[in-house]
């Protein structure tokens, strides 16, 4: 049975019912994330869903040297901590550097390791000395027994609040791809499992952004819930077109109600069946 990881009130893991990680890719504004954040927790809430809001206060690792990074790493936390705590959720984060992990860590729940930098041995340990919970994002150019390596990183701090989280893997040039068997393998350290089903259908780098097939979010996010995974990872956007990062694979606020209402029905059949072992 994969360990369960508390995150202030919510259980991950351990056949606990799916937790729901969503929020835009980055911090744009204030008033963004707010509406955004009280939208997704109005409808999670009414699900009897676990929700924890995510929104990256910096990105650091974007196609052009013009594209958007954020509007200032403390100002974009202030706002990421302020409206978790408003609308009384935790709240992830990603970090790129050691430095950044004690800085993050003093405004969030969960630090995110990005899956450019999943093997970074320093930033996986100084994440891991925080105390905060910590996930991995498998690489794109890593197996999912990988995986493993990063785990053990982070345990070697003496932390145990650990997730791991598939977004695809590089099939040739432009293209990722998901191997649901990943999933499972990756199930087999022992951590909540985690499928990030909006990053999963970028076409990575095409021309001066990266571009994507959002119209795939929805049959891989039930794919991955069928296979027993502890939490679902997607970026949500109130207008994706005019979003300043990742505009071409979040998905819709709009549509997000719906799509849940299904996801949870599903997860709570695979739970009832206990299918969530690996």
Do not use: W
Request: aromatic share 6%; proline share 5%.
């Amino acid at each position: 049975m994969k360990k369960e990881v508390l995150i202030k009130n919510i259980k991950a893991g351990a056949g606990n019912p799916l937790v729901f990680i969503g929020g835009p890719c980055v911090i744009e504004n204030e008033k963004m994330l707010f509406s955004t954040a009280a939208e997704i927790k109005k409808i999670t809430e009414e699900l009897d869903i676990p929700f924890i809001l995510k929104s990256s206060y910096k990105k650091a690792n974007r196609t052009s040297v013009n594209s958007f990074t954020g509007i200032g790493d403390r100002a974009a936390l202030d706002i990421l901590r302020s409206a978790a705590e408003k609308y009384d959720v935790p709240c992830l984060t990603d970090i790129h550097t050691i430095e950044e992990a004690q800085m993050a860590a003093e405004y969030t729940d969960v630090l995110q390791i990005p899956a450019f930098l999943s093997r970074q041995t320093e930033l996986l340990v100084a994440a891991g000395e925080t105390g905060k919970v910590i996930n991995i994002k498998k690489g794109q150019f890593m197996a999912p027994e990988d995986i493993g390596h990063a785990v053990r990183k982070v345990e070697s701090t003496g932390n145990e609040r650990i997730m791991v989280t598939e977004r695809g893997v590089s099939f040739g040039y432009h293209n990722l791809v998901v191997d649901m068997k990943g999933l499972v393998v990756m199930g087999k350290f022992g951590y909540p499992v985690v499928m990030d089903a909006t990053h999963a259908v970028q076409i990575p780098s095409k021309g001066d952004k990266s571009e994507g097939q959002p119209e795939f979010i929805p049959a891989l996010a039930r794919a991955a819930v069928a296979t027993g995974i502890d939490v679902l990872f997607m970026e949500v956007h109130p207008d994706p077109a005019n979003a300043m990062s990742d505009a071409a694979s979040q998905y819709p606020l709009p549509k997000l109600r719906n799509f849940l209402s299904g996801i949870k029905e599903l997860d709570a059949l695979v739970k009832k069946l206990n299918l969530t072992e690996v």
